[in-house]
């Protein structure tokens, strides 16, 4: 691969050391952002699959009980985890102490809560590094140009020499780590942009659907009382 007349690994072997660990540093952390965004790509997608599958099944007009006896046994994602959770308080309370009907309410809203406050952690864990990479990469990219600079003038100044050809080499290695900084910054900005505004679509619907299903409480609370 060519850069200028000059190949990238030619330029990163000839770059100054401390050039050379701001572009690795710059290439480890570009690495790890694309790992995080194919990774977060595809929990996303699953999440929405997952929440469109259940609020099928729930406004099927299926009974609520056999839709929490099919889902409590396996392993449970998004708006399903919510509704398990939600059931297991209410049928906790229901057949422990039918007294305590006037706090079920409550108590099915706080674990609801605590419910839509884990599913988002778990999808919204690592988006900060991709916020930090888009944010300091293109920093670290230009001290590594700028660190580039300074040695490359200070060969011009030791060799009196201020040829093209002596001089293009230094700032085309310079440059090289600015680059290497805008390749990582510009995909963790653009897709830790799209994620933030999934999670706020998702958790939205998970507090709408937990709106939904304590109205769904209080009604049946109050047949029972």
Do not use: C
Not at 5 to 31: N, R
Not at 167 to 175: H, Q, R, S
Not at 199 to 224: C, G, P
């Amino acid at each position: 691969m060519q850069a200028g007349g000059f190949s990238l690994l030619e330029l990163f072997w000839s770059a100054h050391p401390v050039v050379k660990f701001v572009m690795i540093g710059l290439f480890l952390a570009s690495i790890w952002a694309w790992a995080i965004i194919i990774e977060k790509f595809f929990a996303f997608a699953r999440a929405r699959r997952e929440a469109d599958r259940f609020e099928h099944m729930f406004w099927s007009g299926q009974s609520l009980d056999e839709l929490y006896i099919g889902l409590s046994h396996g392993r449970t994602f998004s708006m399903a985890s919510l509704f398990v959770a939600a059931m297991r308080e209410w049928k906790r309370s229901v057949e422990g102490n039918i007294r305590a009907l006037g706090g079920i309410q409550m108590r099915v809203e706080k674990v609801m809560d605590v419910t839509i406050t884990r599913e988002m952690e778990q999808l919204d864990r690592r988006l900060l590094f991709l916020a930090t990479v888009g944010s300091i990469a293109p920093f670290v990219g230009l001290f590594g140009t700028v660190w580039g600079i300074m040695t490359s003038f200070q060969a011009i100044a030791v060799s009196k020499n201020t040829n093209l050809a002596v001089v293009a080499p230094g700032i085309a290695e310079a440059l090289f780590a600015t680059a290497l900084g805008l390749l990582a910054a510009i995909p963790a900005v653009i897709f830790y942009n799209k994620f933030s505004a999934d999670s706020s679509r998702l958790a939205q619907r998970l507090e709408t659907f937990a709106d939904e299903f304590s109205a769904i409480v209080s009604r049946q609370i109050d047949v029972r009382t």
